[in-house]
């Protein structure tokens, strides 16, 4: 009887699978890879999201696919521009999140960061930034002798000598500003005019909300500050120097320090930045070649960098932020349960003494 219970069983299955639906498995072609994805408002409180892909047909003019969605739940967009595409989005290849201004600036970022950063599918050096208007709008490319809008960004956010801010502006550096009790996140802010993709300005943010922006030459200043051993160059205000037309400097080497008095009722801090940089696109009446002449041309550099410093740290006290990470001078000696709000209180009293010094490291062929 066991026999034959088993012979049927055995029967029964073989015979069945032919009954079972198959699926073919899926080929490369057959995904649509997401690179950028993108967040504006929505109606109702949602999210819009407009996510770009490459496209493989090869007979098509655009380079790039691009789809939107309204969501709660940034997976929902997989299933819902599934249903509008022919191909099976999947976010292993993502490598930039865009955000509008106005998300940014009124939803803010926190939630989609952590639940991107969260995704084990996706790389937590995924690059941020921040878009001026429509992240659609932006997003749509139509000059076919350039490089998909995809590849271009991700290119543009890399990485580069003269924008060392960029290891700042990925999904793990964000998370960890966001969370860090003596830091705020920075991000590019990027603009499209007559087709042209640049990051104009930095953004800052108080939380995870965009509250301001900064120019990038700035941003190397904050950089600088930071302890960063390298910064990008920067161009000083000729107005401020007499007989100046214009100079451009790109620094070699920055070393900083910084110390408190230990008091956070009476906060004081002294910073001390030393700067070795080359001399470039200079104009002026200065005769390189003569020491004196040199050093007076260091000297009004330094003085015109004390200058564009304090103004910069009276701006963000004023915003109560902290990219520097200035904080952390007051919290290695503070006795108590320490907090960013404690600490953005103490930053609007805080009494800087700045001293700048720089020299010269080469002219190249400059006069």
């Known amino acids: 009887m066991k026999k034959c219970i088993c012979l049927f069983l055995i029967l029964f299955i073989t015979t069945s699978n032919g009954c079972v639906r198959r699926f073919e498995q899926a080929h490369l072609e057959d995904f649509g890879l997401v690179e950028v994805i993108g967040y504006d408002m929505g109606k109702e409180g949602k999210s819009k999201v407009i996510i770009t892909y490459p496209k493989t047909d090869s007979d098509t003019e655009a380079k790039t696919q691009i789809y939107s969605t309204e969501i709660d739940v940034t997976r929902e967009a997989l299933i819902d521009i599934s249903k509008k595409s022919d191909k099976s989005i999947h976010f292993g290849q993502l490598r930039v999140v865009l955000f509008s201004e106005d998300f940014a600036r009124q939803i803010g970022l926190e939630h989609i960061v952590k639940e991107i950063y969260q995704d084990p599918v996706i790389a937590n050096n995924v690059f941020i930034a921040i878009v001026k208007g429509n992240i659609e709008d932006f997003l749509i490319d139509n000059d076919p002798e350039k490089p998909s809008i995809s590849t271009f960004l991700k290119d543009l956010l890399k990485p580069r000598q003269e924008t060392y801010f960029n290891p700042y502006s990925t999904i793990h550096y964000f998370i960890y500003n966001l969370t860090n009790e003596i830091s705020d996140p920075m991000a590019p802010f990027l603009v499209k005019e007559n087709e042209e993709v640049e990051i104009k300005e930095i953004a ?164």
């Open 204 to 367: 800052i943010f108080k939380g995870d909300k965009m509250i301001d922006t900064v120019a990038p030459w700035e941003s190397n200043l904050i950089f600088g500050l930071a302890k960063r051993k390298r910064i990008a160059a920067i161009k000083i205000n000729p107005e401020e120097i007499d007989g100046l037309e214009s100079i451009l400097l790109e620094f070699v080497q920055s070393k900083v320090k910084i110390k408190s008095n230990k008091n956070i009722q009476d906060p004081k801090v002294n910073i001390k930045l030393n700067l070795r940089g080359q001399l470039y696109g200079y104009t002026g009446n200065m005769h390189l070649e003569n020491p004196d002449e040199k050093q007076a041309l260091q000297d009004e550099i330094a003085k015109n960098l004390e200058i564009n410093i304090y103004s910069l740290l009276e701006r963000l006290q004023k915003l109560q932020v902290d990219p520097i990470q200035l904080g952390e001078v007051f919290r290695m000696h503070y006795r108590g349960d320490w907090s960013k709000e404690l600490w953005n209180e103490a930053l609007a009293k805080v009494e800087f003494n700045i001293k700048v010094n720089f020299e010269i490291t080469t002219s190249g062929t400059l006069r």
